[in-house]
């Protein structure tokens, strides 16, 4: 569905922003009561299949809500999840009503928490990633396969760089 601007309507930003703000949390509760509503099926059917089911579409249904919120509010309750394909299976000996009424999925994983910045820190993540993919590069280039031959000519490091970067840190 495409969405529809009109200069009345963007005229009047107060509004727009009340109106928004409303609906993403009438949104944010609906979710709640969605993913009570699958807690509550399990614990009175029992039906790993079906809870499965539930817990993919309300989770494939949120998209641009927090979803690892969701996702581990849903784990708490017994959800298991492969990073690739999602929601695989479930554990009902997890289920309980009770413990999911009291926490709203939202608290789970708070949605973007800043977690401070250290320049050190970032620096030494490229220097471990560079050194790895320059092992790469030498397994490749030994490679008896063109392609892993030319993949490994795709990766460009400097060394004396390298070896600045990593008397900068104080590496080895």
Known sequence: MAI????KTLANTGKCIEKAVASVGKARD???????SIVHHGVNHNDKRYLTKYAKELVAGTVGLNQ?????ALVSQGAEVDEKAGIVGWSTDKLNLDR???KEWWKFKPQNPYEGYSLEDALKAVYSRANKELAKKAKWAASDDPKLVANAEQIVIDRD????????LGCK
């Open 100 to 102: 999911a009424k009291a």
């Open 4 to 7: 529809r601007y009109n200069e």
């Open 161 to 168: 760089r390298m070896a600045d970067l990593a008397s900068f």
């Open 68 to 72: 690892k919120g969701l996702v581990d």
């Open 30 to 36: 609906d979710v709640q009561i969605a993913y009570v």
